[in-house]
């Protein structure tokens, strides 16, 4: 199903008017929740249907006209919270946003389903409203445990930041990971950038420093032995 709210006319004619679901894409019914209103961005509030959450979208159908129904996938929904201040809306409510997609395309088909689909696509809010403001938490809930289910797909060459430990990561991070490392004041040179070698010329240039330090001391400790002596 694409971004945006959708029109929705499966129902399964021969049972008991539940939406047609997509057993192919592993859809499953979660919930059903009947007498639901619903309310599409600042239009008034629908006559109630029944709210049936599946684990690939929502979907409402009403009660009074069976032709009408309304859809739309997780993926689409940017936001879902429980609504009880009276002053932002008159009624408690499941509010959710909706991700409309790319809202410069526009269909030149003159079919008036296509216009309804197009209508209902620049739709970013909807308001569910159960006749029962104590089911607002199970839904709210029911809505979590679906979102959960639906997480939001990777872009094509979108990267995570990964940090990396062990001779073994370093040496699969590449340049980001010497980076990273080599930026660390604990140990800014060494293994942490991927040169071992390096690590063991400095450790060795180190020592030999100290050596020379040890025989600078002796030399003057003789020198000044010798004087004494004298």
């Not at 047609?20 to 006559?47: T, W």
């Not at 993926?75 to 201040?85: F, G, I, K, N």
């Not at 030149?108 to 389903?113: F, G, I, T, Y």
């Amino acid at each position: 199903m694409g971004l945006g709210l959708l029109h929705f006319d499966g129902r399964v004619v021969d049972g008991d008017g539940r939406p047609r679901l997509d057993s192919d894409d592993g859809e499953e019914l979660m919930h059903v929740e009947p007498g639901v209103a619903v309310a599409l961005g600042s239009r008034p509030l629908e006559s109630p249907g029944t709210l049936y959450v599946t684990s690939r979208k929502v979907i409402w159908l009403s009660d009074a006209d069976k032709g009408k129904g309304y859809a739309v996938d997780f993926l689409s929904l940017s936001l879902h919270a429980v609504s009880r201040d009276l002053e932002a809306y008159p009624f408690p409510c499941i509010y959710t946003q909706i991700e409309t997609g790319n809202e410069d395309e526009e269909s030149k088909s003159s079919d008036s389903e296509s216009n309804v689909d197009l209508e209902l696509s620049k739709v970013t809010e909807m308001r569910l409203l159960p006749s029962d403001a104590e089911k607002l938490d199970t839904l709210f809930d029911i809505f979590c445990q679906c979102a959960e289910l639906n997480p939001e797909p990777h872009q094509e060459g979108e990267e995570e930041n990964t940090w990396f430990f062990g001779d073994k990561e370093m040496g699969d991070a590449g340049s980001d990971s010497e980076w990273q490392l080599s930026e660390n004041p604990g140990n800014p040179i060494g293994s942490a950038t991927g040169d071992h070698d390096l690590s063991r010329r400095v450790h060795k240039l180190q020592i030999n420093s100290q050596q020379f330090e040890d025989a600078d001391e002796d030399e003057e400790f003789h020198d000044d032995h010798c004087l004494a002596a004298n």
